[in-house]
């Protein structure tokens, strides 16, 4: 199964320029825990949850007053929209990331999420059982 078959094509994004407060709130409107901040038409980094607690909040700084910019994580992990699941869950283990943006080319076309991932499991489990059965009787290889 491929990125594209289970990533979230609504991204929401905001610029660097915005505070910290503003994202909180793009966050909490659509029920989501990053944006990917964009500049221009250039990917500049993503402001998480984790980012917000840990540079705003854990340092007792007004999230009204911090922008964007100074909160943000811009060591970017991408992935392409090609690429298998089980190669995007092996990149989130290893950067320790539970969001990855998702790009064709240098297009932003997604965003995928360890939730996306889970609710992927049942998809794969269909597609392996089909796999295990016997061709001509047509049943279960695991009874």
Do not use: W
């Not at 944006?35 to 999230?63: H, Q």
């Not at 539970?98 to 965003?111: F, I, N, R």
């Amino acid at each position: 199964m491929l990125v594209k078959d289970v990533m979230n094509t609504d991204v929401k994004t905001i610029g660097p320029g915005e505070s910290v407060l503003d994202a909180s709130r793009v966050m909490n409107e659509f029920k989501i825990g990053c944006l990917v901040v964009i500049s221009g038409n250039k990917m500049k980094g993503i402001i998480t949850e984790r980012d917000i607690l840990e540079r705003v909040v854990a340092e007792d700084r007004k999230a009204s007053t911090v922008l964007v910019r100074n909160a943000m994580t811009t060591d970017l992990v991408l992935i392409e929209q090609d690429r298998d699941i089980a190669e995007a869950a092996d990149m989130m283990s290893k950067s320790h990331v539970k969001k990855l943006p998702v790009v064709s080319g240098h297009s932003l076309v997604g965003m995928l999420s360890a939730s996306d991932l889970a609710s992927a499991q049942p998809k794969l489990i269909e597609k392996i059982s089909k796999l295990m059965v016997f061709p001509k009787t047509g049943k279960n290889v695991a009874g």
